[in-house]
């Protein structure tokens, strides 16, 4: 199992608009059809709802050049350590919820420019210079900063609570 309790559902490779009969989705990776809830395999592709969010209300294509850095950083370094799959695994949780709120907030442009100075900038310097523990851990000080602002902070158990 690649991570831990994380699900079909939660996967771009999947294809929840092709179902067969019992409901179960398409996936192309290993060309059959699984039921929603089953576990991810090793190729699962984890969301990125935030960076979605941030290239929305800045009017950036998803094919960019810093996306596609930044996907290629997330599926090829934070995919394959161990403190990596555990951010990603908490962030499939809280991701959908930070986006969301990011998206309607009315100070969002404020909010962007911020995450583009002190996080998303440098976070593109240390991949280029190939400190790839910096980058990931300004990713995750990001999200923790998202956190912190829309009321969420972590637990004892690494779960999420809404303050």
């Known amino acids: 199992m690649w991570f831990n309790g994380l699900r079909c559902t939660d996967c771009e490779n999947l ?3 092709d179902r067969n009969k019992y409901g179960d989705a398409y996936c192309p ?3 059959k059809y699984v039921e929603l809830d089953s576990y991810t395999c090793r190729d699962f592709i984890a969301n ?19 996306m596609t850095t930044l996907i290629s950083f997330r599926d090829n370094y934070m995919m394959n350590n161990e403190s990596g799959k555990e951010f990603l695994e908490e962030y499939e ?15 969002k442009s404020d909010i962007v420019e911020e995450m583009d100075e002190d996080y998303i900038t440098p976070m593109l ?4 210079l190939e400190r790839y523990d910096d980058a990931q851990n300004t990713y995750i000080e990001m999200i923790d900063s998202l956190k ?3 009321g969420y902070a972590p637990i004892k158990d690494d779960k999420i609570k809404r303050l």
């Open 15 to 17: 294809n929840k608009y």
């Open 148 to 150: 912190v602002r829309y």
């Open 125 to 128: 310097d240390f991949i280029l």
């Open 48 to 66: 990125f709802y935030v960076m979605t969010a941030y290239c929305d209300i800045n009017k950036i294509s998803y094919d960019s050049n810093m």
């Open 93 to 107: 949780g809280i991701g959908p919820i930070l986006a969301s709120r990011l998206s309607k907030d009315m100070y």
């Open 29 to 31: 990776v290993i060309r």
